[in-house]
T-cell receptor, first 113, second 117 residues
């Protein structure tokens, strides 16, 4: 069975600072994808970033980047230059064939002005 | 691109009635759609996976007769909560993907808040 663990239920960061959200997962699969989704108060799930397991290079999307450690089964999200609009729940997700998604329990991030 | 529309966004109804929630992919063909349930401050719980033209695959513990899922076209899936009761009150979210196999992320609708009185 696949499990996704987010050990930080709540985090806060000062505006313009950097914050890292942690995620670990457990799987016996070799081919899979990892995602970070953001869920603001409006409740819509928004894709933040994705990482293919076969790629060693860490994914980057503007202010968002990941630190993917396949051997350690770790997939952390770094948010640089935090903005007030980054306040949201962040979910780490694991996907294996065929389109089976597993979500972590989420981290509530608050950006403080 | 990859917009998923979910309707209604909020519904309140009496216990015993049936409620239908629609999930539409507006600008792509969704070969696979997913239905999730989310309780306050908790993660998404996958209820079922549906492929266009096929019967939905339900997760363990989800009542098939209670939560009817239809995926009749490549752009529309519906979830019907039959004979709803207060314990069915929750936030329901659909998502869609274009790839039966792999590699594509899921695109989520805005969710439906269901309140059963």
């Amino acid at each position: 069975a696949q499990t996704v663990t987010q050990s930080q239920p709540e985090m806060s960061v000062q505006e313009a600072e950097t914050v890292t959200l942690s995620c670990t997962y457990d799987t016996s699969e070799n081919n899979y994808y990892l995602f970070w989704y953001k869920q603001p108060p409006s409740r819509q799930m928004i894709l933040v970033i994705r990482q293919e397991a076969y790629k060693q290079q860490n994914a980057t999307e503007n202010r968002f980047s990941v630190n993917f450690q396949k051997a350690a089964k770790s997939f952390s999200l770094k948010i640089s230059d935090s903005q007030l609009g980054d306040t949201a729940m962040y979910f780490c997700a694991f996907m294996k064939h065929p389109n089976q998604f597993y979500f972590g329990t989420g981290t509530s991030l608050t950006v403080i002005p | 691109g990859a917009v998923v529309s979910q309707h209604p966004s909020w519904v309140i109804c009496k216990s015993g009635t049936s409620v239908k929630i629609e999930c539409r992919s507006l600008d792509f063909q969704a070969t696979t759609m997913f239905w999730y349930r989310q309780f306050p401050k908790q993660s998404l719980m996958l209820m079922a996976t549906s492929n266009e033209g096929s019967k939905a695959t339900y997760e363990q513990g989800v009542e098939k007769d209670k939560f009817l899922i239809n995926h009749a076209s490549l752009t529309l899936s519906t979830l019907t909560v039959t004979s709803a009761h207060p314990e069915d009150s929750s936030f329901y979210i659909c998502s869609a993907t274009t790839d039966r196999g792999f590699s594509q992320p899921q695109h989520f609708g805005d969710g439906t808040r269901l309140s059963i009185l």
